[in-house]
């Protein structure tokens, strides 16, 4: 049951992945993506760390991924133009993808103790995420939320028209 | 501290000193830009830091050996980088000089600064901030992160407020200063690889004691003498000093050049590499004699005030490095007597220079002529600075001059030092002729164009203690030169008698019947 | 292999459900129109059956039957995407919903809810906020500007009141120290009305807020913006017509239901009734099953009569009145909610 | 029972082909996307080896992760709506000066 | 220090007073109460110096009163400076002069100055001056003696620029101050060399080493000397450095009768004779100081030959009296030369209030060919120049008479060589009556030769002055040389006069007082009897004459040969080779370097985010793999997650 649900998901995780590559259409990048992530979201489940799915879902799919699609159809990207591209992206690009890819598949396929993981075992509890996470972390949460402010502020000032010379006024 | 009572606040004082700009600077940068707030904030702020600078000579015990206010505190443990901060004779009166010419330069910049005043201010305040930091660091890192701080919001403040080709001049001035400042820090970091500490105090005993390899170590003597030399300037390093005169605002041009590198001199290179300075003293006494006669020949053909003061100060700072490197007593304590003048003069200059720039918006020395009938207490003051820096006797310049000169006459080279007297004259020639043709004569068609007005009250409360200080400077130098002179007597440098002159043979004059005339 | 025995039940439930929802939809569509019609003086749909009660199932075979046309300039992949995602969200949500007692649970299965999940809250506001793709997809991919105006309207709704919503949720979820549905639902079980989180959690600001959050969610009047007919033809849906049209329209009461019945776990006491334990377990199981799912249903009716009251009587918002009301006042209000709720459990304790 | 490693070989191909993205895509907005596949890929091998080590933490760091995103994707948004504004394209290689 | 209180700083602080009162409020004071305090000062300082001449002559102290005490000034390592003041015969007698004479043109200027607009300015720079003069005097070493020195050129420069919107005068004030630089670099040069070989500056002390050592001289000693000696030929305008006086007559006219011919110009002098004891031990030096002298007079002499304006004239004159004085120190008859100091101070003074006064009393006018005539209109400056005119000339009994005289029978004793300066010195006399008495006749005799000029007495403001100095030229010699030089002796030393080959001393007074009547005759005739006669003689002469109304081109030749050459070497070879070929061509050398490696380097940094993001994947790659690959292949180590827990 497990191996097939993570080879369905798995699956349809790369196959998003591949997708979010191969289309040419931002949108339909976007739209993979959020499979991507919900797939990732139902592997969160089977490693056992269910507030993060549902975190993966709202937080990803539901907000930023909207937000990127809501991008995309606000500036109404249409294909990708074909420009005169860096040859060396590709060139120096790709082997130094595929020496990495390389490297860290070794690494991971030589490595000893690893463990493994079955259907419900070692679900970690929201309480006990929480616990952690507002008794020892409470001040980097703390930080987050304050870069979250940032950001939107950021957000705010940056997306706003002409950049504030005519708002300026009042 | 050897059993002296450290009163509460002596303990964290050069602290707060260090503090009190910052804190300035932070808040400047967080309240917005309106009308006068941030210059309000900036003088109250640098008023509080003089105040502070202040407690420094009313508390310091002249004579006793090693720093006072000394604190250290661990601050990164590997690389061992102390908080360690103290004055001694040598820095004292240079941190309440800072102090003093904050103030100045606030108030230098009151009209002046009109647009962006905020960045100006903060960016100010953290300079000053770097200053104080580079004159009571104590350990080499520390310093070396205040110098380069020193540096940066020079560079941002000459670029923004540039007169004409602002970016021009700090790029030149970033350049000149920064790129010396690698090997400076390369031969900090060898010294800390060698020994193990950036402390002063430790190192100076480790180079002293000899364990370190003599040739490495001429080379990070020379490393260190490059970045000050550049800051002074000496000749021939000072490429960069007449545009960032010509650029740089009132309050920065008034700092920009002398004293932090005439400090460093003293601290980090004389006190540090005694053996060292000796090899390269004849070459610096050259160069500093030939910057004398140099700066003064240039100054006397510039045609613009700034350029020309520029040349000028390139002289007078060579002189004062010729009070450094003749390695005599009463040399060290002229040179630094004559650093601290320096700053009196220059701050009481640029602010003239600035009015007279802020009223006709010409630096072109033809366009002047007759203004002292249209500013005449500009003028008062103008030649009263000007005959400061000429070296006129009963006013501060004279005294640092006449030190300098004198014990280079008898302790190092008669030679070099009747040239470099030569400059007496040169310097009343291009400084007079400099008040002549902007002061005096019949009122030019700029002078009569622009009805300016005389001083302001920040021109007034500036200008007047300043010309007061210059007088007092003047005539009781021993106010100053005992704490000067007693820490002076504590570097480990040999006083060198007469019988062991720095040889310098060109200019050598000598005189058949001297030494028994002298017995 | 008892897996499979859970599949097989899953199975089961899913398609029971989803059944019962969508019919539930139909007559909720049936529903509306009378009530309104009442509200306007008028009759509503009353010809086709008694009372007009066959009236969803001719709507339904004419929406079915009618001419499935795909305009030429639409993007024709999303296009068709759009309804589906729609509506396949809508239903999904249901899954977790408890509608009865799960101690009804014959040979270890619970029958009244379909997944029991730990964190199906969250999985409710998940699914809810998949939802909005949707709607932004069958705007844009209509290539049409009503369209596109009424996806973007929509997607940057959607996005501010799923905050608030959240958010509104917090208080409850603190009181109740789970995510689990269930859980909340028997955290309110003890005293009946007196211990719905509404009134004996203090938490009516909360469902204030929740209840204007879930209707911008759901695009419903005074928020149904998006689907503003006299601004935008008809909004995103404006190139779809037909089984598409119905899909969507499905979609929308699923969505209404679904909310409702959040609405009613999470401040209602779900399934549990107002009388608390004055009316004990009756002998009869079969009556201990149904009771609860009768109390369920009267209560997401009520919502749903709320939703069409609601619909019927206020006009619309102002689209930057919309986006203040939820970011300035529903915001920091919900957050007000939390703080003051964490206050209250902290004096508590 | 699936070993661990497959999912950390998931969570590599995930970031690899991030890369990629970043590298064939010219669409600025689809470059974006590539950064959070492979910030995706990397909260999959957290999660991973949070299960390994049966660590909250782990999981933690991804929540933090996702906070991080989050706030990227609100400024970078924000910075291309500006750079479209400005230059009406949203194709890399035509955005090569740090000017609007 | 428990004798009688000399109130010796007080002498110069009451100028300074006046300086400071009169520089911050004088534009805010009321004319008269500037006045009160401009002369309240020096009349104070002149009572002080009285009071301390009295305690002297009345043996209630003896000379010299070396204060002790004093507040130091700069003590660094083995330099000690203090402000230690001397008073003795030599500094008394000038303290006399300075603040006698001094408070005589205070009193002229309230009328001359009494409608200048910078009334009050005036007053407090003319304060100034006196406060600088009198530290000079009283200075116990060298450097005080250097505050006065530059203090007074100081109030000098001030002074002589004090119309500073005429270009002239601000150039001349600047003049005067540069060239003065020249004779302080001497003055400086020859401090440093006092203080190698002493190790002191105080003049007691030097003296008593030399006199302790009487094997030393020459050798350093003639440097010094020398030096010292450049310091006073610009001070007191000697060749070569003469050449800001004549300039410096742009000043208001009383000051040039107080700084520029009674006190100031005199300070050479009496820096020699205050360092007398070095240089009685170079007899170098002193051949130098009496040869400049020598020429100086006469030189001077023969430029003011021709000069046409009156102050011009009196200028010239001064240089050349100012000759007398040195020739007199070189022949090492100090006392004769600070005789003839006090008699020039007096009738000099005198002549230079008269021709002010004429200058006042015709509106301004200085040319003295539009003179002429003003015997009548101004009877008391007439009176009272003619005086000073037979003073100057050596007229019998009168001033000079006496000083001059003493100073040439030194120099005839000193050998052959005195002999020629001797010479010189007479034809200089001759001339000086000449140019003296030609300026006397062409502006007061004869018709006046510019109508529009009203002539006027000047007030008694002025007037006072000038008879009180010429009182003072008529007496001021009859103490006659031998009680003089009695009187300085302890201050200057005693130097044996021997007789002069048997030839009587009146003998000298004989042939001296008809140089000076030659001269007088000459200029009778060429200036009264025949007043058509000098323009023949200049146009038969034209060479020379030539010669001399261009003051020998010795401005045009400073110019051409120091100044010139000094501004083009720096603007051509300092300022365009060195600096900006040079050192500007390194710098841009290097930044040209810098900006081509950048420029290359730059193709690298195309700004397009792919090929970064290729560069970054590429430089992560080879990271990954040298870590990976080699550093974990090679030492075999095997990637073990255990135990991190």
């Not at chain 2, 059993?3 to 009190?20: C, F, H, K, P, Q």
């Not at chain 2, 108030?107 to 647009?115: C, E, M, R």
Request: overall charge neutral; proline content about 4%; some cysteine.
């Amino acid at each position: 049951m497990h191996l097939i649900l993570f080879i369905v998901f798995a699956g349809l995780c790369l196959a998003g992945a591949l997708n979010l590559l191969l289309q040419k259409h931002p949108i339909n990048s976007a739209l993979s993506l959020v499979v991507v992530m919900t797939s990732l979201a139902v592997l969160y489940l089977l490693l056992g760390a269910e507030f993060l799915a549902a975190a993966q879902i709202i937080v990803y799919a539901g907000a930023i991924m909207v937000l990127f699609t809501f991008v995309i159809m606000l500036l109404n990207a249409g294909r990708e133009e074909r420009t005169l591209g860096s040859k060396a992206a590709v060139a120096l690009g790709f082997p130094a993808v595929a020496a990495i890819l390389a490297v860290i598949a070794t690494v991971i396929l030589k490595a000893q103790d690893l463990g493994s993981v079955s259907l419900s075992d070692g679900i970690t509890s929201t309480e006990e995420l929480s616990r952690v996470l507002f008794h020892e972390l409470l001040l980097p949460f703390e930080v987050t939320s304050v870069l979250i402010l940032i950001a939107i502020l950021g957000a705010v000032s940056l997306a706003r028209k002409g950049h504030g010379d005519q708002e300026a006024g009042k | 501290m050897g059993g002296v009572e450290m009163n509460a606040i002596d303990s964290y004082i050069l602290t707060l000193i260090l503090l009190v700009p910052l804190a300035g600077a932070l808040l400047i940068a967080l309240l917005p830009d309106r009308g006068k707030l941030s210059a309000w904030i900036a003088l109250l702020t640098v008023l509080a830091s003089f105040g502070l600078t202040l407690h420094l000579p009313a508390h310091f015990l002249a004579g006793q050996p090693g720093f006072q206010f000394e604190v250290t505190q661990p601050w990164i443990s590997n690389p061992a980088i102390n908080y360690h901060v103290g004055i001694d004779g040598l820095s004292l009166w240079l941190v309440v000089l800072t102090g003093l010419l904050a103030p100045v330069g606030v108030l230098a910049s009151w009209n002046v600064i009109q647009t962006r005043s905020k960045v100006f201010y903060a960016l100010f305040l953290v300079q000053q901030t770097a200053m104080f930091g580079v004159f009571v660091a104590l350990d080499l890192m520390l310093y070396y992160g205040f110098w380069e701080l020193s540096l940066v919001p020079m560079a941002i403040l000459i670029a923004m407020y540039g007169r004409k080709e602002g970016p021009k001049a700090a790029t030149k001035f970033f350049l000149f200063t920064f790129i010396p400042s690698a090997p400076l820090l390369v031969a900090i970091l060898w010294l800390y690889a060698k020994t193990g500490t950036f402390n002063f105090t430790e190192l100076q005993s480790a180079i002293a004691g000899g364990a370190l390899p003599a040739g490495a170590l001429f080379w990070v003597a020379l490393a260190f003498l490059f970045a000050f030399a550049v800051k002074v300037p000496i000749f021939p390093l000072h490429g960069w000093l007449a545009d960032a005169f010509s650029e740089a605002p009132v309050a920065l041009a008034m700092v920009i050049a002398g004293k932090l590198g005439l400090y460093s001199m003293l601290r980090f290179h004389v006190a540090l590499f005694p053996e060292q300075v000796k090899c390269v003293a004849p070459v610096l006494i050259a160069l500093t004699v030939i910057g004398i006669l140099y700066g003064a020949c240039l100054a006397l053909v510039q045609r613009d005030f700034w350029r020309l003061i520029a040349f000028g100060t390139v002289g007078h700072f060579s002189l004062t490095t010729l009070g450094i490197y003749g390695l005599t007593l009463t040399g060290r304590t002229g040179a630094v007597y004559q650093t601290l003048n320096q700053g009196v003069m220059e701050g009481a200059l640029f602010v003239l220079l600035g009015v007279i720039y802020s009223r006709y918006e010409s630096s072109q020395i033809a366009a002047f002529g007759g203004v002292a009938a249209k500013l005449p207490r500009t003028a008062v003051f103008f030649v009263i600075t000007s005959l400061a820096m000429v070296g006129l006797p009963m006013l501060n310049g004279f005294v640092g001059e006449f030190l300098i000169l004198s014990s280079t006459f008898i302790g190092v080279s008669q030679g070099w030092a009747t040239a470099a007297t030569v400059s007496v004259i040169l310097g009343a020639a291009y400084t007079l002729w400099l008040v002549q043709r902007v002061f005096y004569g019949p009122e030019s068609a700029l002078a009569t164009e622009k009805p300016a007005a005389d001083l302001r009250w920040n021109e007034w409360i500036v200008l007047a203690p300043l010309a007061l200080l210059m007088l007092m400077m003047g005539l009781a130098p021993g106010l100053w030169l005992p704490t000067i002179e007693s820490s002076m007597k504590l570097a480990p440098i040999q006083q060198t008698s007469s019988s062991q002159r720095i040889l310098l043979p060109p200019l050598a004059v000598t005189f058949h019947d001297s030494k028994e005339a002298a017995r | 292999m008892t897996i499979w025995w859970f599949v097989l039940w899953s199975i089961l439930k899913v398609l029971v459900v989803t059944v019962v929802l969508l019919t539930a939809v139909a007559y909720t569509v049936l529903l509306e129109r009378k009530v309104v019609g009442r509200i306007q003086n008028r009759w509503g749909p009353s010809r086709v059956g008694p009372f007009g009660l066959l009236q969803p199932l001719v709507d339904g075979a004419k929406l079915f039957l009618k001419e499935d046309i795909v305009p030429t300039s639409v993007y024709k992949p999303l296009y068709l995407l759009a309804p589906v995602l729609a509506l396949g969200c809508a239903l999904i949500s249901i899954a977790v919903v408890p509608f009865g007692n799960p101690e009804v649970a014959p040979q270890g299965f619970r029958i009244f809810q379909i997944s029991d999940v730990n964190i199906g809250l969250l999985v409710v506001l998940g699914i809810t906020s998949i939802g909005v793709y949707g709607i932004a997809l069958a705007g844009w991919s209509s290539n049409n500007k009503y369209s596109l105006m009424g996806s973007l309207r929509s997607s940057a709704q959607l996005i501010s009141y799923e905050l608030a919503l959240g958010l509104s949720l917090v208080g409850v979820v603190m009181l109740a120290g789970s995510l689990n549905l269930r859980v909340i639902v028997e955290s309110q079980a003890a005293h009946g009305l007196l211990s719905w989180n509404i009134f004996g959690g203090f938490q009516f600001v909360a469902f204030f807020i929740y209840l204007m959050a879930a209707y911008a969610e759901t695009n419903r009047a005074p928020f149904d913006l998006p689907e503003a007919e006299s601004e935008l033809t008809a909004g995103y849906h404006t190139e779809y017509s037909s089984m598409k049209f119905a899909t969507f329209f499905m979609a929308e009461y699923a969505n209404m239901i679904t909310v409702s019945c959040v609405a009613t776990l999470m401040f209602f006491g779900g399934w549990t009734s107002p009388l608390g334990n004055l009316i004990g377990p009756f002998q009869n199981q079969i009556i201990n099953a149904i009771l609860p799912i009768f109390w369920f249903v009267l209560k997401v009716f009520f919502f749903l009569f709320l939703y069409i009251w609601v619909r019927g009587t206020l006009p619309r918002f102002r689209y930057d009145q919309l986006m203040n009301f939820g970011w300035r006042y529903l915001l920091p209000l919900a957050i007000l909610n939390i703080v003051g709720t964490s206050l209250w459990l902290a004096l508590k304790q | 029972m699936i070993p661990l490693s497959w999912y950390l070989l998931l969570s590599a191909t995930l970031f690899c082909l991030g890369i990629v993205g970043f590298l064939v895509r010219r669409n600025l907005i689809t470059i974006f996307m590539s950064i959070e596949l492979m910030l995706n890929g990397v909260n999959l091998s957290f999660v991973t080896f949070a299960h390994q080590w049966h660590l909250v933490k782990g999981q933690i760091f991804v929540f933090f992760v996702m906070v991080v995103a989050a706030a990227e994707a609100a400024v970078g948004l924000a910075i291309i709506i500006a750079i479209f504004r400005a230059r009406a394209t949203l194709a890399v290689d035509r955005i090569d000066l740090m000017k609007l | 220090m428990n004798g009688p209180l000399l109130f010796l700083p007080l002498i110069p602080l009451l100028p300074f007073a006046g300086f400071l009162l009169n520089g911050l409020f004088g534009s805010r004071l009321p004319k008269a109460l500037v006045t009160l305090i401009a002369l309240l000062a020096p009349l104070g300082s002149l009572a002080i110096v009285a009071h301390d001449a009295y305690l002297f002559w009345s043996g209630a102290i003896t000379f010299p009163v070396i204060e002790q005490g004093a507040p130091t000034w700069i003590s660094v390592g083995t330099l000690h400076v203090d402000f230690g003041f001397v008073l003795d015969q030599l500094s008394l007698t000038m303290l006399l002069i300075i603040t006698g004479v001094g408070f005589l043109i205070h009193i002229y200027s309230a009328g001359y100055m009494a409608h200048e607009k910078g009334y009050w300015r005036y007053f407090a720079y003319l304060n100034l001056f006196l406060f600088f003069m009198i530290v000079l005097v009283l200075a116990g070493n060298a450097l005080l003696m250097f505050v006065g020195w530059e203090g007074v050129g100081l109030a000098s420069y001030l002074l002589i620029g004090f119309w500073f919107q005429k270009t002239s005068a601000a150039d001349a004030g600047k003049k005067a101050f540069v060239v003065n630089r020249i004779g302080d670099f001497g003055f400086l040069i020859g401090m440093f060399l006092l203080l190698a070989n002493f190790g002191t500056l105080t003049f007691s002390e030097i003296a008593t080493k030399i006199g302790e050592n009487p094997g030393w001289t020459g050798g350093v000693l003639t440097c010094i000397a020398i030096c010292l000696f450049v310091g006073a030929a610009g001070k007191s305008a000697q060749i070569p450095l003469y050449v800001w006086l004549p300039d410096a007559m742009e000043g208001p006219t009383p000051v040039s009768a107080l700084i520029h011919a009674a006190t100031m110009v005199t300070a050479g002098v009496y820096m020699i004779a205050r360092s007398h004891a070095i240089f009685d031990r170079s007899p170098v030096a002193l051949s130098v100081v009496a040869i400049i002298g020598a020429a100086t007079a006469l030189f001077a002499a023969t430029m003011g030959l021709v000069q046409t304006d009156i102050k011009r004239v009196l200028a010239y004159s001064t240089i050349s009296q100012l000759g007398y004085m040195f020739l007199g120190c070189g022949v090492m008859a100090y006392s004769a030369g600070v005789f003839h100091l006090m008699t020039h101070a007096f009738f000099k003074a005198l002549l230079f209030l008269a021709a002010g006064s004429v200058i006042h009393g015709i509106g301004g006018e200085q040319d003295l060919r539009k003179m002429g005539g003003l015997r009548k209109k101004l009877p008391v400056t007439f009176w009272t120049m003619t005086a000073g005119v037979f003073a100057i000339a050596g007229a019998p009994f009168l001033s000079a008479f006496y000083s001059k005289d003493a100073i040439l029978y030194a120099a005839f004793q000193q050998g052959t060589f005195g002999r020629v300066l001797w010479a010189v010195g007479l034809f200089t006399a001759l001339l000086t009556s000449f140019y003296m008495f030609r300026l006397w006749y062409l502006a007061f005799f004869g018709k006046q030769r510019a109508p529009e000029l009203h002539p006027h007495e000047s007030p008694w403001s002025m007037l006072g002055p000038l008879v009180i100095l010429a009182l003072l030229s008529i007496g001021g010699g009859w103490i006659g040389i031998e009680k003089f030089s009695e009187w300085l002796a302890p201050a200057v030393g005693t130097h044996a006069v021997e007789a002069a080959g048997g030839i009587p001393e009146w003998a000298f007074s004989v042939i001296a007082v008809s140089m000076g009547l030659i001269g007088w005759l000459v200029a009778h005739v060429l200036y009264f009897a025949k007043p058509d006669q000098p323009a023949k003689l200049a146009g038969s002469f034209s060479v020379p004459y030539k010669v001399l109304v261009n003051k020998y081109w010795v401005d045009e030749i400073y110019n051409a040969l120091i100044v010139k050459p000094l501004l083009m070497i720096s603007r051509f070879l300092l300022e365009w080779v060195v600096e900006f070929a040079i050192i500007g061509g390194v710098v841009w050398l290097l930044a040209g370097i810098a900006l081509l490696t950048g420029a290359i380097l730059q193709k690298w940094q195309s700004g397009n985010l792919r090929s970064y993001a290729a560069w970054l994947a590429a430089g992560a790659a080879a990271l990954l793999l040298f870590a990976g690959a080699v550093l974990l292949a090679a030492n075999g180590v095997d990637i073990k997650w255990a135990g991190w827990k």
